[in-house]
């Protein structure tokens, strides 16, 4: 089946950067939307960025103008760069793949902002 791989997290002091990976493999078909997600220790799952097939973007008000979101539409593998990050962007980061059709979830990576 579909499968979605992050990879990139990691412990970063604050004002640093990092970039998370995902990649898909499996077979995925048609147009999707990649998004990343992200959640705290007892917070619930937020949206942070989505792109679509044809580059169309959105962020999270919280991490505009420091995040990036990107994709590679021929090898199905999508991208956060994250700069200037502070402690509170730690979180479990999730990779997402949705279409009319379908949504798969990876299984997450951790992101630890901290002196």
């Known amino acids: 089946q579909v499968q979605l791989v992050e990879s990139g997290g990691g412990l970063v002091q604050p004002g640093g950067s990092l970039r998370l990976s995902c990649a898909v493999s499996g077979n995925i078909f048609g147009r999707y939307v990649m998004g990343w997600y992200r959640q705290a220790p007892g917070k619930q799952r937020d949206m942070v960025a989505t792109?679509?097939?044809?580059?169309?973007?959105n962020y999270a008000d919280s991490v505009k103008g420091r995040f990036t979101i990107s994709r590679d539409n021929a090898k199905n593998t999508g991208y956060l760069q994250m700069n200037s990050l502070k402690a509170e962007d730690t979180a479990v980061y999730y990779c997402?793949?949705?279409?009319?059709?379908?949504?798969?979830w990876g299984q997450g990576t951790q992101v630890t902002v901290s002196s």
């Open positions: 792109v679509t097939s044809a580059g169309g973007t």
């Open positions: 997402n793949a949705r279409s009319f059709n379908y949504n798969y």
